[in-house]
């Protein structure tokens, strides 16, 4: 340990004596780790975070799959099929996204809502706050119209009033009481709920439509392949009943729910964080190069240092430490440099990242620091060997002798400089001929023709629901009027309207106004 600290205190005062050295590598060894902290950090929360819910291993999301592959868009008729499955699931339940108005207060606006079945909060181990969640007679047919609101909506529109329980609030024109306040839970969507709703679907529903998605918990003792294998037995029953509603050769599945949450982004952020890991590979090989010439100009130090008894090992470790204690310095710096890579990363976050939402979970927890510490220990160590390998072979009266140096140690020099830069200039060429794939699919997506001029277009998206637009004249009046007062309005040369009818159980009707300024 005292050898050690004498290597690291030699190390400081040697690398403060050259102060630009010292600063040009810490810079560029910074900017590499830094890159590497930021993707990582995005990589550990969504990929590596473990799950608040209770016992997520044993949460499964049910699938239809045929030969064309599995989906975990259901109907009602499969979701009533697969909570009669109490031998192998409990808490069963089905969710659906969507949108609602909120009206009633201050400044109306939209939010995010979600329908979902009474054990879904117990599914999820989802935290009551205020109130309580949705009962079972509320999840019926015809029960009564309550919601619970997240923490957040809560706290931003009701300024967290407790006596909030039991008031009444408007979501899509009707009139909806509001029971409890609920924490926040991570699921397949990107956004955070703002408000819940019971699903209310009907046992005896014989509605095919895909709109939701089912989930459930395993029973203790149960595997995931016998749960499988009552499942093919469902089939047959589902068949029986529905003949025409399956194709031939389709199945149910069950499935670990915490794969689907970011299955569609896993090879992606895998592919992002090896094209960071490459960038500091190459920050590695360019320190090389500068510690191979830092040490052709330390020759006769070290010659010297081992005519005075200095084995080649003793040198090796010392300037392994000059590495590690430069590497240090950029791992701090880089750390730093970081923290602000996150928040760039957060704010160009495009929305369909899971587990990140738009308040930003990602943040430097232990895993973070515990990687961008090995990742900094590791690149000392690689961008030092070689030169300190390559320090130590010289011989005593080579090094003294100054021309001798020159030509000898010059040509090794060489050879060992030669090989980094191929290193670097193939790993920059990776990373080049990557970076021009992408943009070339982002610049073919871009320009794939939509068979209109969007220059100037504008959408507006209105949910809508409830008795009011319960037959379709209401909508088209709706409609009509918008148009009128969209075409009204200065700089409107064109507007439209698109409606898509609601599929059963959904929460609003997209409403698509479109005009060119």
């Known amino acids: 340990m005292e050898r050690f600290l004498q290597d690291m205190r030699y190390a400081a005062r040697s690398l403060s004596r050259t102060p630009r050295f010292t600063a040009t590598v810490v810079a560029v060894l910074a900017l590499g780790i830094a890159a590497n902290t930021a993707m990582f950090s995005v990589v550990s929360a969504v990929l590596l975070k473990p799950f608040r819910y209770p016992d997520p291993d044993r949460i499964v999301i049910f699938t239809s799959s045929t030969s064309q592959g599995s989906a975990s868009i259901a109907s009602p008729t499969k979701f009533n099929v697969w909570r009669q499955q109490t031998e192998a699931f409990e808490d069963v339940s089905a969710y659906m996204f969507g949108s609602a108005n909120l009206t ?20 999820f181990g989802v935290t009551i706050i205020r109130g309580r969640s949705f009962t079972l007679d509320e999840d019926r047919p015809g029960g009564r119209r309550v919601t619970v609101l997240s923490e957040s909506l809560w706290r931003r529109h009701f300024g967290g009033d407790p006596r909030v329980v039991g008031k009444a609030i408007s979501l899509n024109g009707s009139p909806y009481e509001v029971v409890g306040v609920a924490s926040a839970v991570e699921t397949t969507s990107p956004q955070q709920i703002d408000v819940w709703m019971p699903f209310q679907i009907d046992p005896n529903s014989t509605s095919h439509a895909n709109a939701l998605r089912a989930v459930g918990r395993l029973k203790p003792r149960m595997t995931l392949s016998q749960a499988n294998a009552q499942l093919q037995l469902a089939v047959g029953e589902f068949r029986r009943r529905f003949p025409a509603a399956m194709s031939p050769g389709a199945s149910f599945m069950a499935q670990p729910y915490v794969d689907s949450v970011a299955r569609d982004v896993r090879s992606s952020l895998f592919v992002l964080l090896g094209a960071v890991t490459f960038v500091l590979l190459m920050a590695c090989s360019n320190v090389a190069n500068l510690l191979l010439v830092r040490a052709t100009g330390r020759g006769r130090e070290i010659a010297v240092r081992a005519a005075l008894g200095a084995s080649r090992s003793r040198i090796i470790r010392q300037l392994l430490t000059e590495s590690v204690v430069l590497s240090l310095a950029g791992g701090a710096l880089g750390l730093l440099l970081g923290i602000g890579g996150i928040h760039a990363l957060l704010r160009s976050n495009p929305g369909t990242i899971p587990r990140i939402g738009e308040h930003g979970d990602v943040s430097l927890d232990w895993r973070v620091l515990a990687y961008t510490a090995l990742m900094t220990l590791i690149t000392g160590v690689v961008f030092g060997i070689i030169p300190a390998f390559r320090a130590s072979r010289g011989s005593l009266s080579i090094a003294l002798n100054e021309s001798a140096g020159r030509a000898v ?50 959408t507006v998206r209105m949910s809508l629901s409830g008795a009011g637009f319960a037959k379709t004249s209401a909508v088209a009046e709706l409609a009509a009027d918008g148009v009128q007062r969209i075409r009204a309005l200065p700089g409107v040369v064109a507007a439209a309207v698109s409606c898509c009818l609601p599929l059963e159980g959904d929460l609003g009707m997209p409403f698509i106004v479109e005009g060119r300024h």
């Open 104 to 123: 009633g207060i201050d400044i109306p606006l939209q939010v995010t809502s979600a329908q979902v079945s009474e054990s879904f909060f117990r599914l």
């Open 409 to 458: 140690g010059g040509f090794r020099q060489n050879r060992v400089s030669s090989l980094l830069v191929v290193t670097e200039i193939s790993l920059a060429l990776m990373l080049l001929v990557g970076a021009a794939l992408l943009i070339r699919t982002f610049v073919s997506l871009r320009s794939v023709r939509t068979g209109f001029d969007q220059h100037n277009v504008l």
